[in-house]
């Protein structure tokens, strides 16, 4: 066992073929050039076919006037807005649709994983069939087939289904009450005061669990001031709350809150795809954890719920974070399926823009872009998570 | 305590335990939750099962002439798709031609069942994947052995959705593989440029390379020189596919043992023999589960191909739906092509399940 380099009589290092190391320089010195060729060759046909189209590049047509209409906006936006501030509404459609898609996914796709799993037959049965025929039909026919659904087969407004009171579906969308009035605020104050007690009182509850060893009831606590915090907002406001309830006045609906075919047609095929791949995360989770915990969280005496809470969730969830992160990015991607039925999320408002001028490249670049900043930002936050929940080893 | 089994008289379990019975209340009724459920469960089944059952089947209407006829019925509207069907399965290939593609489609379901079966996995099966795929080129495109030359924008319908999921995988294969190799590898430039790679394209929704391909290509490309619309939605469905591909096969690298690594280096094998003999066979039974869930995935992403107009399954049925004569049936057609979807991918699914236990060689738990 003579080491190389110790060795007395250490061969000069002399440029040869065999030594691994040049060998390793030259591979990587070609495939740096390759790469730099092929992009100095697309980017130089890509100015050169510019020049002869007359095509401008840059981003100074953002500050130009949009002039198309959008369909729907969580923020002000007329025609004579520019393409900036349109390209910005379509990204916060794609953030509303994903957030509320990330949501109720997770919540649905939870209850159906514990389902597939329960020793129930006729629930398990039901959930696995969801799960599989939701998972091997593509999204885009999904929505599609909702999208036809209720523009087509639904009722027009004047007769259109009436499932809650307040609530219609027709082939305008659905119609949902919403609440105006100035108790709303204190009331959403009150549940802000809420979340920070029960944070607060959450922590004091494990420091003096941890001293005292004494078990605070913190679930029915936190019930209580979510319930009572907003009351006492209504009560102290002077209880001016109004119920908005959509009502049929000529041919459509006047007042409650909108969600328009597209919306309701992308957010419905988004949860339903995404829950049943959620559904198989959770399965998995909870299956990875050895039946052994459950019988030792038994053995000292934990209830069911603490069970679950404190020795099989915690364990579960390793497994299920990673999984779990790439079908938020998954549903977050899928999103950008609107284009197909027409909800103005940003691949379809970008869309429209390029048609109108031109700008082909800086287009796709921000989609790109935005897609790779909300992408980034979702899996720094589930690592972060990751990371706190993982495994703490010696 | 043998003995004091052996001694006692063996009772049959109680009657409620056992049969029909038995198998109720432990699956249905065993506490109120769970019969609670049942009966929650049973009544929405009841709601929607009889009421799905009467529209699919018994007020169908199979036969009608016309969508007026069709209407009356109040049932799904079958005969819709028996007027269709060659259009949604077919496209607007020549009509009298359509016995082409129809083979070319049984060329590749034959291929794919083929390659699923362990008596078929010699090394002449990839020989046998050139010579069906050549099959299918020469099938469909026509132009020699007396056939008449058809322009691939004329393709559609189901052979073009196999087409463009087989090549795909078929080219995104090898391509991942190298990627996943590049990304594991020690020198800095290669992996700097696989793990860049991987990474934009997995950040990216795969309309945008779509878009990219039909409308950002042709500036790429010298002038005067240009790629076809399906050969550019392929190269995008290539791509995309690589980069995943590429991750689930960094999985199982990073799953064998570098004792493997070293044991392969000590028998002073080259780098790719090292691979090809030693890593890769280890590494890709392990990750056959995720890798199947990827070919799953791209034989439904194919359907995306719809937003840049190439004329695939779904886009064919779109067409089928937007006939102003047979207007207001999209359900029908969406079922229907929705069912073709579910019976490749569930089978293909099922197929991997019975592969990871056929492959079980203990290395798990």
């Known amino acids: ?394 | 305590m043998n003995q004091a089994t052996a001694t006692a008289t063996e009772l049959p379990p109680p009657r409620v335990h056992q049969g029909a019975i038995g198998w109720m209340r432990a699956s249905l009724f065993s506490s109120p939750l769970n019969t609670l459920l049942t009966l929650l469960v049973a009544w929405l089944l009841l709601m929607v099962i009889p009421a799905m059952v009467e529209w699919l089947f018994i007020r169908a209407d199979f036969s009608a002439t016309t969508a007026q006829e069709c209407r009356a019925s109040g049932g799904a509207c079958w005969a819709f798709i028996v007027e269709k069907h060659r259009l949604i399965l077919f496209g607007v290939y020549p009509y009298d031609e359509q016995w082409r593609p129809l083979l070319a489609t049984i060329i590749l379901i034959a291929i794919i069942v083929c390659s699923c079966m362990r008596r078929f996995w010699k090394p002449w099966l990839g020989l046998l994947w050139i010579a069906a795929l050549t099959l299918v080129g020469i099938l469909m495109w026509g132009g020699v052995f007396g056939l008449t030359h058809v322009e691939n924008d004329r393709w559609g319908g189901l052979p073009l959705t196999l087409i463009l999921a087989t090549f795909g995988i078929a080219a995104a294969f090898p391509f991942g593989l190298l990627l996943a190799l590049g990304r594991r590898s020690h020198m800095p430039a290669v992996k700097a440029v696989c793990v860049i790679y991987i990474e934009l394209i997995r950040g990216v929704p795969l309309i945008s390379l779509l878009f990219m391909s039909s409308v950002m290509l042709p500036l790429f490309l010298p002038e005067g020189f240009s790629i076809d619309k399906l050969l550019r939605a392929q190269i995008a469905l290539i791509m995309f596919a690589a980069a995943y591909i590429a991750e689930t096969v960094r999985g199982g690298l990073q799953a064998i043992p570098a004792g493997q690594y070293e044991g392969a280096d000590s028998l002073g094998l080259s780098y790719w023999q090292q691979m090809r003999k030693i890593i890769l066979p280890q590494a890709l039974k392990v990750v056959i589960p995720p890798l199947v869930g990827i070919f799953i995935s791209l034989f439904k992403d194919t359907s995306l191909v719809v937003i840049i107009g190439i004329f695939d399954l779904t886009q064919a049925a779109k067409t089928a739906v937007a006939d102003a004569a047979w207007r207001g049936f999209s359900a029908e057609a969406y079922l229907f092509i929705a069912f073709i979807y579910f019976i490749f991918c569930f089978s293909i699914s099922r197929y991997s399940q019975s592969l990871e236990r056929h492959l079980q060689t203990g290395h798990q738990r």
């Open chain 1, 1 to 394: 066992m003579t080491n190389k380099r110790t060795s007395p009589q250490a061969p000069k290092r002399r440029l040869s073929w065999n030594d691994p190391s040049v060998r390793s320089w030259i591979y990587q010195v070609l495939i740096l050039g390759i790469v730099g060729f092929a992009i100095w060759y697309l980017v130089s046909n890509t100015l050169h076919n510019l020049a002869v189209r007359n095509i401008s590049t840059g981003f100074d047509f953002l500050d130009r006037e949009a002039g198309f209409a959008i369909g729907e906006s969580s923020i002000a936006y007329s025609p004579a807005d520019t393409y900036g501030r349109a390209i910005w509404v379509g990204i916060l459609n794609t953030l509303r649709v994903s957030i509320l898609g990330i949501v109720a996914a997770t919540i649905l796709g939870t209850i159906l994983g514990i389902a597939r799993l329960s020793k129930n037959w006729l629930l398990s049965r039901v959930a696995s069939a969801y799960i599989e025929v939701m998972r091997n039909v593509p999204l885009l026919l999904q929505l599609f087939f909702w999208y036809a659904i209720i523009t087509e087969s639904m009722p027009g407004p004047r007769d259109a289904l009436k499932p809650l009171p307040g609530v219609f579906i027709s082939n305008r969308g659905l119609k949902l009450p919403g609440v105006h009035g100035d108790a709303l605020d204190w009331m959403i104050g009150g549940l802000g005061l809420a979340i920070v007690a029960i944070v607060l009182c959450a922590h004091w509850a494990r420091k003096r669990q941890e001293a005292t060893g004494q078990i605070f009831p913190l679930f029915r606590v936190a019930a209580g001031l979510i319930i009572v915090l907003p009351l006492a907002g209504w009560l102290v406001s002077g209880g001016s709350l109004a119920l908005d309830m959509p009502v049929l006045k000529g041919f459509n609906f006047a007042g409650g809150i909108t969600l328009s075919p597209e919306f309701a047609a992308l957010l419905a095929g988004l949860i339903i795809y995404t829950s049943a791949f959620v559904a198989e995360v959770v399965r998995s989770g909870i299956q990875s954890v050895n039946q052994g915990q459950w019988e030792a969280a038994g053995a000292i005496g934990l209830s069911r719920a603490r069970m679950l809470r404190l020795v099989i969730l915690p364990q579960a969830l390793r497994v299920i974070v990673p999984p779990m992160t790439s079908q938020y990015l998954n549903l977050t991607k899928n999103s950008s399926l609107a284009v197909a039925i027409g909800y103005p999320d940003i691949v379809s408002v970008v869309n429209t823009t390029l048609n109108q001028t031109g700008q082909a490249i800086e287009g796709i670049l921000i989609i790109m872009a935005a897609y790779l900043t909300v992408s980034l930002s979702i899996s720094i936050f589930m690592n972060w998570y990751n990371k706190r929940i993982a495994l703490v080893e010696r």
